[in-house]
């Protein structure tokens, strides 16, 4: 199950940030005594009561006004409230109930998702400040009064936001699904992708409402399995700013990215890869998901003798860091070779969650140290001792050795490049950790 999205709100300046960065534990997020600082959105995870959740950051909403700036950051609050199953409203206690508050308060009870004020700036230790309770005006319920700065209060915030965090029952329910995120820029046929699989393939669909406006879940049952597909739709244009649609497409990708088990990356096969498909590409590989690279409107294309290879060279320049997903060239628009992709899922979502045995990944780490030498520096040569697979999704391996600064990335890639020669992993990242171990501390194992 994909952890719970939780989104503050509130005006500018009252302190969204710094409450932000001591939940998820690092100054992640500028503060700065200015309004308007965070302009775009920034992600975090915390956990609470062992539940992982995400954490969103917004630049500060002024309902009313009409600055080009002010409005794009109104719009991506508001895409972080669509995308949220819970909403902490940070008001600034010091300041009390302004006409903002009240309007920010209307769009939120517009949302029906569970709202917990916060009144922050209450940075006396004592009795509860008698300024609280004007904010009861904002019938949103009992607000809760913090000190951001003094990390004060917060653990009740946290424990009312647990409260409304949905259940984590989805996951048995739903095990024997396959999650798949179609992802990529507007227009490149994502929903033409979906509507193709569900329209004519389908024998069970049951369309759930998703986390964002936009977005529908579908479940879907065929002869080569069951799957969820998770459909990020049409980019609402709410901004005059062009450059904002890139943003909130690349917003709405990492939101289902987080849900998936494997990601279709859409390519439009006559523009290519652009700057846009790449930032989204980045998300799925950071997030370790498995990854499928789907070049779509083929039928398009003008074709010559190499060109399928040609194009495929073209795209892993450009994606470089995703070698490791297989290609597939389909056009949605006619049904061509769109039957392949679901042989392709299962096979990325089981290497995905690969397990490999220690006693053979060693005899792998062994035979590739034989193979080359392992790097030295000023006379200290790097040592492997011995590894394991400490997770999956994706296959993660921690590998011992005696010094970490001499375990260079190049290196790093050798070994994970011997990893998938030995044991495939196609469709999915490797990481490779190095971990620091003493010789004395090997002589007493």
Partial sequence: MSNPIVAIIGRP??????????????????????????????????????????????????????????????????????????????????????????????????????????????????????????????????????????????????DAVYEHFPEDDDEDKDHEYISVAVIGKPNAGKSSLINRILGEKRLIVSNVAGTTRDAIDSKFENKYGKYIFIDTAGIRRKSKIEEDIERYSIIRAKTSIEKADVCILVIDALEGVTDQDAKIAGEA???????????NKWDAVEK???????????????????????????????GQRVDKLFDMINSVNAENSKRVTTGL????????????????????????????QVSTRPPTFVVFCNSVKLFHFSYQRYIENQLRKHFGFEGTPVKVIPREKSNKEMEKK
């Fill in 285 to 295: 590989h950071e997030s370790g998901k498995g990854v499928i690279i789907l070049v």
């Fill in 304 to 334: 010559e003798t190499g060109s399928l290879e040609k194009y495929k060279q073209d795209v892993y320049t450009k994606l470089a860091y995703l070698d490791y997903a297989p290609i597939l060239f389909v056009s949605a628009l006619t």
């Fill in 13 to 158: 300046n009252v302190g969204k940030s710094t409450f932000f960065n001591y939940i998820i534990g690092e100054r992640k997020s500028i503060v700065k005594d200015t309004p308007g600082v965070t302009r775009d959105r920034i992600y975090g995870d915390s956990e609470w009561r062992g539940r992982r959740f995400t954490l969103i950051d917004t630049g500060g909403i002024e309902p009313k006004s009409e600055d080009d700036i002010l409005i794009q950051m109104r719009t991506q609050a508001q895409i972080a409230m669509d995308t949220a199953d819970v909403i902490i409203f940070v008001t600034d206690i010091q300041q009390g109930v302004t006409a903002d508050d009240y309007e920010v308060a209307s769009m939120l009870r517009r949302t029906k998702k569970p709202v917990i004020l916060v009144c922050n700036k209450a940075d006396r230790i004592g009795e509860v400040p008698s300024e609280l309770y004007e904010f009861y005006n904002l019938g949103l319920g009992d607000p809760y009064a913090v000190s951001s700065l003094n990390k004060l209060g917060t653990g009740e915030v946290l």
């Fill in 361 to 388: 990944l060693n005899e792998v780490i062994n035979e590739a140290i034989t193979l080359v030498q392992p790097p030295s520096d000023k006379g200290r040569r790097l040592k492997l001792y011995y590894a394991t």
